[in-house]
């Protein structure tokens, strides 16, 4: 729903809160755009809360997309080339629904008796793969910035209370990856918030582009690229 009404989608939400305007950078100006909430009990989706992997999501959306290009309203676009596009959480599902894509056809590349899902690429915005791997460079990226670009992202000060921060998270990422569990510890800690966005909070930075600045009247903050008009 972000992407949908904050960023690439056909409208965007007035400040008022109860108006539209059009997005000139929409991605419905270049292609059909289909958003979908998933998985299910997510948004707008309905139906048995049962996903607990992401091959479970995948066989949902596959079927989903089944279902969809042999409906009335889809029929029109089985033909058309498939882009699979996510962020974020995304760099974990978004190749799961193309790799059960791929599995569907037979050795001559056809879906069988299936609708064929013409699957022609994946993108991954900003992709989260591991929080124990990626939480120990949001630090380091972000100072050596200045270094590499001349922008000064991230003073010393923090910096080391990013790094600092970062040691126990990365830790609780570990934690995590071996028992389910305590997961909930991550959701319930600093890391999301002050850790790693702070200073971009701080300084009305964008998460998107490190170097801009956003409004600080901006009602998205950090994550509004509207607000300096960033043509995506």
């Not at 305590?182 to 998460?207: A, H, M, Y």
Request: hydrophobic share 40%; glycine share 10%.
């Amino acid at each position: 729903m972000l992407g949908l009404v904050s960023e690439l989608g056909p409208c965007l939400v007035n400040d008022d809160g109860a108006s539209t305007r059009v997005n000139p950078y929409s991605w419905t100006e270049v292609g059909h755009v289909l958003f979908l909430d998933q998985p299910a009990g997510v948004g707008y989706s309905t139906g048995e809360l049962n996903d607990d992997n992401v091959e479970m999501v995948a066989e949902d959306v596959y079927y989903f997309l089944q279902s969809f290009l042999a409906s009335d309203e889809g029929r029109g676009y089985a033909g058309s080339p498939l882009y699979l596009a996510g962020e974020s959480y995304a760099g974990h599902y978004t190749p799961a629904i193309a790799h059960r894509i791929l599995k569907s056809k037979d050795v001559d590349g056809v879906a069988g008796s299936e609708v064929h899902l013409n699957l022609a690429g994946v993108a991954i915005g900003n992709g989260f793969f591991s929080a124990a791997v990626q939480w120990r460079w949001y630090a380091p990226m972000a100072y050596r910035f200045k270094e590499e670009y001349g922008v000064e992202v991230l003073a010393k000060e923090g910096y080391d209370e990013m790094t600092a921060g970062a040691k126990v998270c990365v830790e609780l990422a570990e934690e995590c990856n071996e028992d389910a569990a305590k997961c909930e510890l991550i959701s319930n800690s600093t890391c999301w918030g002050p850790t790693f966005f702070g200073v971009f909070r701080d300084q009305n930075r964008s998460v998107y582009d490190m170097t801009r600045q956003v409004s600080s009247r901006s009602l998205l903050g950090p994550w509004d690229f509207i607000a300096y008009n960033l043509p995506f």
